[in-house]
């Protein structure tokens, strides 16, 4: 195949790609760029809703913030605690996440010098919460369940192969200023031109990141062992589960347990604690999750602890860990663009944006030649007919 056709083939297929996408794509990629600011937007409200907590030296165990937040729904039995988030600094509330029989989530927001609930997501007043849950199942799964969520994951790995084309059909790989270049007077065809291109080759590496994690993340069974394969990794060992004790129940949280994961792991900073109960299997174990990182709230690092001894069962040093490992904690800072800090962060706002242009510049450009096609024939046709 010559380059002439090769380039026309690819064309074709970056074409059909993209407006095949485009609506899934556009839905993604909006809700990508509402969700970069979140945990700010979040906090900020909640501040409004929720008195101001004043640091008070030492904060509560958290084994006794979690036996009176069992307390305080104890009218509501089908809910238990299911995670635990420690806040970042010493003026926020620790986030205990519910879970019901139904699998709704909740979060109770806890005064962790006082112990007082104060405020949850189960009453309505958290309008901003629940609205956020949306836009985060519309974004990984389209509000579709386990069939969106594989959807969302294939749309990922073709975006990829989209994302490839539109390199490849560059115009910049000739005269790099013209790749760049943006004639704002010319015809409407060509200006849609020009910012497809520009937008596309600008966004271009950031839409493939997202994309590709995303696709990683939503088909994992699929993309981890090709992941651990290339990078010649073993993949890691899915024993950290406890032993459970006949006549013996589990273990309930001890604050002795963050000591241990703080001794396994010191210097790393705890993000959340998931207890048994989040993995709905009766051999659950608690896990620490921690950062290697002090600035960043994504976990790269766990403490497994058996829920019926209170024995560490693995380790999971991300500093140390395989390359196939650290691979895939990079997915985190990547997809969510926290890389770079704030700046990373702003830019990915635009990078959901730019789907939206991709896909109507993409179809302005596609019309015009749809246009223009269907008048050539109609005037064959007419030419063939009657000789004018």
Known sequence: MNSKKLRNTVFILHRYLGLVLGLVLIIVGLTGSLLVF????SDFILHQQIEKITPQGRSLPIATILE??????????????????????????????????????????????????LGD??????????????????????????????????VGLLTCILIITGIFLWSGWRKLIAGFKIKWNAHPKRVSFDIHKVAGIVTAIFLFLTFFTGFCWNLGKIAR??????????????????????????????????????????????????????SDEPNGAFIIRKSS?????????????????????RVDNGLTASLGTKLENAFGPLH?????????????????????????TGFTMYRYRYRAKSDRTTKIRDFTTTGK
């Open 336 to 360: 969510y663009g926290t890389f770079w800090g704030l700046p990373s962060r702003i830019l990915y706002v635009f990078v959901g944006l730019a789907p939206l242009i991709l896909f109507i």
């Open 121 to 154: 997501s189960l009453s309505g007043q958290d309008i901003w919460q629940r609205f956020l849950t949306k836009v985060y199942e519309l974004h990984y799964a389209l509000l579709a369940g386990d069939f969106g969520i594989k959807l969302v994951g294939v």
């Open 38 to 41: 979140q945990h700010e937007i």
């Open 68 to 117: 009176r937040v069992q307390t305080h729904y104890a009218q509501q039995p089908d809910i238990t605690a299911r995670r635990v988030y420690l806040p970042a600094t010493s003026d926020e509330p620790i986030n205990i996440y519910l879970k019901s029989k139904t699998d709704e989530w909740a979060i109770v927001y806890v005064n962790p010098y006082t112990g007082a609930v």
């Open 293 to 313: 990182s002090p600035h960043s709230n994504i976990w790269d690092s766990s403490v497994f602890i058996d829920s019926y001894s209170g024995k560490i069962l």
């Open 225 to 278: 062992p090709i992941i651990y394969a290339v990078t010649f990794s073993s993949m890691p060992a899915d024993d950290a589960k406890s032993s459970p004790v006949a006549n013996k129940s589990p273990l309930p949280f001890s604050d002795r347990f963050l000591e241990v994961a703080d001794a396994a792991l010191p210097e790393f900073r705890t993000i959340y604690v998931a207890l048994p109960a989040d």
